[in-house]
């Protein structure tokens, strides 16, 4: 099979929106050449996220979405039941807090010590309960076509985003098949994550089916975060980690990195992969794989 080159765009549910004002802001410098210089950089901004009556963690982040991301923070923290009611999500742009509201009660002190995350993803306040979350997980056993994946690299990597407008910044693609849904960015790459399972949470879409695309490295807690959350399937362009390995031999979840062109590795679940288009008929990337614009 070969695989059809395509200059097409696929219609997302949701995709970055790189003009927003909000999101980056102009900023003069001088470059290489001693030069003035004014780039586009990306805004970062505190979120304070509360369940209930009590204050969980605050997040730093560039500010979109945060209704996803206090849910998808909950319930990737094994805060938020699957089958919870949530009573109402409040977001106060002013205080920089979302409060979510469920008809259960809250007590997560013990649990709470250190409640700032970090842009650099750091989420060692509550590694421990993520890891403890894993030994319920049975992942669906789905099968993953190497066309889907060259498609989905293609096109996510020509998608107008923040990352192409301002870089300093991580992306989270959730995809069904060779389609790419749900594009979220943020300053953390368990950001970006955690605001696609908000959506998904919200929606009430399943996992069976997903596969999850990341700009990022594919660490331990990427893994887990991808377990929990039920997707079978996780792919990068970046490399991996050793325990990012072994956790996704033993959760059964397929992963695929170093994507590049007609490239890629898959260090866990290469049996479920259907290897269903000839790599030589895949173009090499070019240097210039991610276009700056639209119409680039």
């Not at 106060?92 to 842009?119: A, C, F, H, I, M």
């Not at 031999?249 to 288009?277: N, P, Y």
Request: glycine fraction near 10%; include cysteine; charged fraction near 25%.
């Amino acid at each position: 099979m070969q695989l059809p080159v395509t200059d097409d765009l696929p219609a997302y549910i949701i995709a970055p929106d790189p003009g927003a004002p909000r999101l980056t802001r102009k900023v003069e410098g001088v470059d290489h050449a001693g030069q003035p210089a004014e780039i586009a950089v990306v805004e970062e901004r505190p979120l304070t996220i509360f369940l209930n009556g009590q204050e969980i963690v605050t997040a730093m982040t560039i500010g979109d979405y945060p209704e996803y991301l206090a849910l998808g923070f909950l319930r990737n923290q094994g805060m938020l039941a699957a089958d919870e009611t949530v009573t109402g999500v409040d977001f106060d742009e002013d205080l920089e807090t979302v409060v979510v509201r469920t008809d259960g009660q809250t007590n997560y002190e013990e649990k709470l010590k250190k409640k700032t995350r970090t842009s650099g993803c750091a989420v060692g306040t509550v590694f421990g309960d993520m890891m403890e979350g894993l030994e319920q997980v049975r992942l669906p056993d789905l099968k993953v076509k190497t066309s889907d994946l060259y498609r989905l690299a293609s096109v996510i990597n020509r998608t107008p985003s923040l990352y192409l407008e301002a870089g300093a910044i991580h992306g989270t693609v959730l995809c069904r098949g060779g389609e790419p849904l749900v594009y979220m960015e943020d300053v953390g790459r368990h950001n970006a994550v955690d605001k696609i399972a908000g959506w998904m949470f919200s929606e009430g879409v399943s996992a069976d089916d997903k596969l999850l695309y990341t700009t990022g490295r594919l660490t331990s807690e990427m893994v887990i975060k991808t377990a929990l959350m039920g997707i079978p399937a996780l792919a990068s362009r970046s490399g991996f980690t050793a325990w990012g390995v072994e956790i996704a031999r033993e959760v059964g979840l397929t992963l695929v990195g170093r994507m590049r062109g007609k490239r890629f590795v898959c260090l866990a679940g290469e049996e479920r992969l259907v290897r269903d288009v000839d790599p030589d008929s895949v173009p090499d990337e070019d240097k210039k794989h991610r276009r700056k614009s639209a119409g680039a």
